[in-house]
């Protein structure tokens, strides 16, 4: 649902979705153990600009997306510096990994809040540079 409203709007000119035989659970590096990877081949021209967005999967409502107005698409090298991590507003902020839905009270932990970058360090976590993203 999210790519068709997305391809509709005006200046979108393609949405890329990882198909679902890619596992989209990508476990972080630790110690000697690889990190996960995922890869998308892009049709682009001088001119396009990128936009990425996935899912903080250890927090109930964070997500990591690209700053401002995207990644000149013909940028070559690590471009991890332009994405950065956003709290959706949603639910009340938790330390990574609860993501418990109703706390023991019983008292929903939903929330209602304009979409804002989550300060690094913070509160809950002090995240070390988890996404990295490379343009060849």
């Known amino acids: 649902m999210l790519a068709a409203k997305l391809?509709?709007?005006s200046g979108v000119k393609k949405v890329y979705v990882l198909k679902e035989s890619v596992s989209t659970v990508l476990l972080p590096k630790i110690g000697n153990a690889n990190g996960g990877k995922v890869m998308?081949?892009?049709d682009i021209e001088k001119g396009d600009r990128i936009a990425i967005a996935?899912?903080?999967?250890?927090?109930?409502d964070w997500f990591y997306a690209t700053k401002g107005n995207g990644i000149d698409a013909t940028r070559k090298g690590d471009v991890?510096?332009?994405v950065s991590l956003y709290d959706n507003g949603t639910k009340r902020d938790q330390y990574p990994g609860a993501n418990i839905r109703?706390?023991?009270s019983g008292m929903s932990l939903?929330?209602?809040k304009?979409?804002?970058e989550v300060p690094?360090?913070?509160v809950f976590t002090t995240l070390p540079q988890i996404v990295k993203v490379t343009l060849n």
């Open 7 to 9: 391809q509709s709007k």
């Open 40 to 42: 998308q081949q892009l």
């Open 54 to 60: 996935t899912m903080y999967g250890l927090s109930n």
């Open 80 to 82: 991890s510096d332009e």
């Open 102 to 104: 109703i706390d023991l």
């Open 110 to 112: 939903g929330e209602s």
């Open 114 to 116: 304009s979409i804002q």
């Open 120 to 122: 690094n360090p913070n």
